[in-house]
């Protein structure tokens, strides 16, 4: 893989009390080391040798060897001192300096209308980003160090732009990750999107044959689907993803999902659940619960390893609690979200309510700071069950839409939960987390 | 992730941020003392390199290999890549 232009592998961001590097040819992020951290600030300042010599007099020459190896493999650092870009940042309370991920919707105009869809798309909204908004938007993401922008929707396809804004993220260095139907990709557009191709191609997909997947995404959706899966195998060679949202409907056809996505030669299937969002809110019935999830998952895996096919699905039961470096749900921590119009939000399938300011008007990083929505969600206090949990350091009451949508409110827990009462409090004797099928009365705000 | 050996790559520059971000080594304000004839230096004295306060920092928290282990941040939903990183130190976790 070619990462273009050179220079742009890696970012390395400083916070106070952590060092996070992003390679593009992993496309993910990498907390360093302590010592690692110091290699690549230092070579830059007195010398790689010397960096290695300091280092090594202080945690071990074997070791300090070893972290130097580590990162000259990486590319990250050479005798001038770090290859790529550094970032010196302020920490943020309970949330990384600036989000590690950006979803955007890139339309609400959708040829599809699923009933499970977080965004109620459809129509085009007028008053969508511009292109121009959009690479304003990335350069934003680029001066805060958020390397993964996901370009969702609506379809994405549906906007022209599209090998634009994935091209353009490129040349400034931030991987695109796209989601679609597949429905309307034909080989031009293919074409221009293979000049700068995205890290992910994810095609969505809610069951395995027409009268499943159709109940859920419309008349003649699945066909629609497969025949753009034909075009990808025909012009596109950097491969694509399958995802599927699990509903109670389908739940108990993953395996026969997991043949499908090897038929059509999927790189990876991904399975997740449907959340209490957007459309979702209107039909109920297809809201995920833990155990639906879980079995899912338990009856996809036996086929998945049959047929070789790398799955993606997070178990709940495994997971246990939501664990994101001890930040519990990642809105506001660790991913925000910026729907087509430009609302910043902390999370895309949280309710209007968390939206905290548009792009067109306000600073990306003011909004990560001190957006209403995300001091919000990073000001909770834990429930009574939260507060009395183990789990509570790394969970902090799990899904924030869930958790609302049990009427649990922001404190959790969240309907998934896995309560456990820590060693020193008096255990509640009746963890409220099963999930109401009331009318939400949507965020405390 | 498989760690690809980048040998024939160009070195770039350290970028921005990289010297602008952080103190620059300041010339020492000692004075040299003369050791009369015989011993002029022809390039001049050059002060011990010194790191910058941030690189100093780092350096009191390292530890060693044992003590800290290298993993992917986990980034929540929509990130999977078509192809799973052939290395991946932890498991990713992205399932909110
Ligand atoms: S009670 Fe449940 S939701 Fe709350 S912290 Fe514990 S596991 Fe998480
Ligand atoms: S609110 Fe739920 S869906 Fe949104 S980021 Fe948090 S865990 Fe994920």
Not at chain 1, 102 to 129: I, M, P, W
Not at chain 1, 228 to 241: K, M, Q, T
Not at chain 1, 341 to 366: A, H, M, Q, W, Y
């Amino acid at each position: 893989m070619t990462i273009s232009p050179p220079g742009l592998r890696h970012t390395l961001r400083l916070e106070a009390d952590r060092a996070l590097l992003y390679d593009r040819v992993a496309h993910q992020y990498f907390p360093l080391s302590a010592g690692e951290a110091f290699l690549c600030t230092a070579a830059a300042e007195v010398g790689l040798d010397e960096a290695t010599r300091m280092l090594a007099e202080k945690i071990g020459e074997e070791d300090a060897a070893e972290f130097r190896a580590q990162l000259e493999d990486e590319g990250a650092i050479d005798q001038n001192g770090f290859t790529g870009r550094l970032l010196e940042q302020r920490d943020i309370k309970g949330a990384y300096a600036a989000p590690l991920v950006c979803h955007l919707g890139v339309t609400l105009a959708c040829n599809f209308a699923c009933n499970h869809c977080y965004s109620s798309s459809g129509q085009r909204a007028k008053d969508e980003l511009t292109l121009d908004d959009i690479k304003r938007l990335v350069d934003q993401l680029v001066d805060i160090g958020c390397m993964k922008l996901v370009l969702g929707g609506g379809e994405p396809f549906l906007r022209k732009e599209l090998p634009d804004i994935v091209a353009y993220a490129d040349s400034r260095g931030v991987d695109c990750f796209v989601h679609t139907n597949a429905s309307l990709v034909r080989a031009e557009v293919l074409e221009r999107l293979a000049k700068t191709p995205p890290a992910s191609l994810a095609v969505s997909l809610d069951g395995p044959d027409a009268h499943t997947n159709d109940r859920v995404r419309g008349p003649r959706a699945f066909d629609k689907t497969m025949k753009g899966l034909e075009v990808l195998r025909a012009h596109w060679p950097h491969g694509f993803n399958l995802s599927v949202t699990i509903t109670p409907e389908n739940a108990d056809l993953t395996p026969r999902l997991v043949a499908l996505a090897k038929e059509q030669g999927a790189k990876v299937l991904l399975l997740r659940p449907a959340y209490p969002a957007g459309e979702a809110m209107k039909d109920t019935s297809l809201i995920c619960d833990r155990e639906t999830f879980a079995r899912a998952i338990d009856l996809a895996r036996p086929e998945a390893e049959r047929l070789g096919v790398t799955l993606d699905a997070p178990h709940p039961h495994e997971q246990g609690v939501p664990d994101f470096d001890g930040f519990g749900c990642v809105a506001a921590r660790v991913v925000l979200g910026v729907d087509p119009r430009g609302n910043v939000t902390p999370c895309l399938n949280l309710p209007g309510g968390f939206d905290s300011g548009n792009i067109k008007e306000k600073k990306l990083s003011d909004l990560w700071k001190k957006g209403r929505g995300f001091v919000l969600l990073r000001a909770q206090e834990p429930g009574p069950q939260c507060g009395t949990c183990k789990h509570y350091e790394t969970c902090r009451g799990g899904c924030r839409v869930r958790s609302l949508y049990a009427e649990n409110g922001l404190g959790g827990p969240d309907s998934w939960c896995h309560y456990e009462p820590r060693e020193d409090v008096v255990p509640l004797k009746t963890p409220k987390h099963s999930p109401k099928r009331t009318k939400r009365t949507g965020a405390s705000t | 992730m498989t760690v690809r050996r980048t040998g024939s790559r160009t070195p770039v520059s350290t970028g921005c941020g990289a010297s602008s971000t952080r103190g620059t080594s300041k010339p020492s304000p000692r004075k040299p003392v003369s050791t009369g004839c015989g011993t002029p230096s022809t390039g001049g004295w050059t002060p011990k390199p010194k790191v910058s306060t941030r690189s100093k920092e780092l350096l009191e928290k390292a530890k060693g290999k044992d003590k800290t282990e290298k993993r992917t941040v986990s980034t929540g939903c929509g990130t999977s890549k078509p192809s799973t990183p052939s290395k991946p130190s932890k498991p990713t976790r992205t399932g909110c």
